[in-house]
Each structure stands twice: as C-alpha cells, then as structure tokens.
C-alpha cells in the first residue's frame, strides 16, 4: 500500500513542480509512453547486467510482498507489549 502511495506522492511533486514553473504537461503527456519505456527499459537492463541470477530471482519474489500489507497489526504490536 505504502508502495503506491509513494509513487503517488512523488508523481505528483515531480509533475505538480513542473505545472507551477510553467511547463506545458501537454508535451508531457504526450511523451510520457516513450520515456517511461526507455527509462524501465534501461533500469531493467542496467540491473540484470550487474546482478547474479540469484539476486535477481530473489528480486522478483520480493517484488510482491512490497504490494502486499504487512503481516505486522496494531493487535499483533499490543500482544508484544503485554
């Protein structure tokens, strides 16, 4: 959850900055599919060439429970006080 609302938050700085010094968000826009292929594309690239095979499987299975709640709950936390 923490995971999404981060990117949330940090698209709407780094878009809402933009706005505000007078950018144009239609070129923006427009651009936006490309980019963000080249920018993954490349990350992706650049992360499976400097990691072991390893490293990278275990990448991909934490990559789900970044998505998922934590297994930690204000129940659990009262029970460790007691």
């Known amino acids: 959850m923490f995971v999404i609302i981060g990117w949330a938050v940090a698209m ?9 010094h007078g950018g144009n968000i239609g070129v923006i ?9 080249t ?3 490349a990350a992706i ?4 060439a ?8 275990a990448a991909m299975r934490g990559l789900g429970t ?6 930690f709950s204000k129940a659990r936390y009262m029970e460790l006080l007691r």
Do not use: D, R, T
């Open 45 to 48: 690239g650049a992360f499976l």
């Open 12 to 20: 709407a700085c780094i878009f809402g900055v933009y706005i505000v």
């Open 50 to 57: 400097n990691n072991q095979m390893k490293v990278v499987k």
């Open 29 to 37: 826009l427009k651009a936006l599919p490309f980019e963000m292929i």
């Open 66 to 71: 970044c998505f998922k709640g934590s297994k």
């Open 39 to 41: 920018i993954f594309g």
